[in-house]
């Protein structure tokens, strides 16, 4: 059955045509009948031709009544043609109160950009920030095996990285699955970032969506990484 079938908007979008067409037909029984006296008569007649207008525009955007909704059924907040903006991402970490996740490639462009502690750009250190105040951070990456040559030398370069952290943040932890990467996930809270990743092409080159935590869209990456977190053991 589809996601779309009944939807909130468009059952109340029916509530409110439905009760535009009673309120005019209540307006033109009034209008018409006896009981109306010549001085409200064309108060009357007013209210009722400006309702009908309202109902006839009602009607012709109804498609765009429908289109609004799987919009909102989607969740989607923004499409970004690659993942190279350090300050769309930056402003996500800095609002993060509770939980960060990172599904990725080999996550050393997370580091080198959100956890710099000598950078010199003003998200280098959201990361760290974060979890100075609390926030749980997961990483969730391919095992530096699976990859090839010059990602298993950035990645050797990055796990090194990564014990630190967990070393220095009880909030920090990271594991390893054992099969090739298909999705990047990032999680902020309440914000979720996917997109694919495609072979041969740098994982920051490909576009991505943000989307709510609590869309239909979402969902399913989120049980992916709950998934594959429970299926990989913790790093050492």
């Keep these: 059955m589809s996601v779309f079938s009944s939807t909130w908007l468009i059952k109340r979008a029916h509530v409110i045509l439905y009760t535009m067409i009673i309120a005019l037909c209540v307006l033109l029984y ?14 009357l007649g007013g209210i009722a031709t400006g309702l009908f207008l309202v109902i006839i525009q009602f009607m012709f955007s109804w498609e765009e009544h429908i289109e609004r909704d799987r919009l909102r059924l989607l969740g989607l907040k923004n499409v970004l043609e690659n993942k190279r903006d350090r300050a769309y991402y930056g402003r996500l970490i800095k609002k993060a109160n509770r ?46 095996s699976q990859l090839s040559e010059r990602k298993r030398t950035q990645s050797n370069h990055t796990a090194e990285r990564l014990k630190e952290l967990q070393n220095s943040h009880s909030g920090f932890s990271y594991r390893y699955f054992n099969h090739s990467e298909g999705h990047s996930i990032f999680v902020a809270d309440n914000d979720v970032i996917i997109g694919p990743f495609f072979p041969d092409l740098e994982s920051m080159n490909t576009p991505a969506l943000h989307v709510r935590h609590d869309a239909i869209l979402t969902e399913r990456y989120l049980e992916y990484f709950k998934e594959e977190w429970d299926r990989c053991q913790e790093a050492v």
């Excluded at 009034?30 to 108060?43: T, Y």
């Excluded at 996550?107 to 080198?112: M, T």
């Excluded at 250190?125 to 749980?136: E, Q, S, T």
């Design 30 to 43: 009034f209008f018409w009948g006896e009981e109306s006296s010549s001085k409200i008569a064309p108060l």
């Design 99 to 144: 939980n960060i996740d990172l599904m990725g490639k080999t996550g050393s462009h997370f580091l080198e950009d959100f956890a710099d502690q000598n950078g010199t750009h003003p998200e280098a250190k959201v990361l760290l920030d974060a979890l100075g105040r609390g926030v749980r951070v997961r990483f969730l990456l391919p095992n530096p």
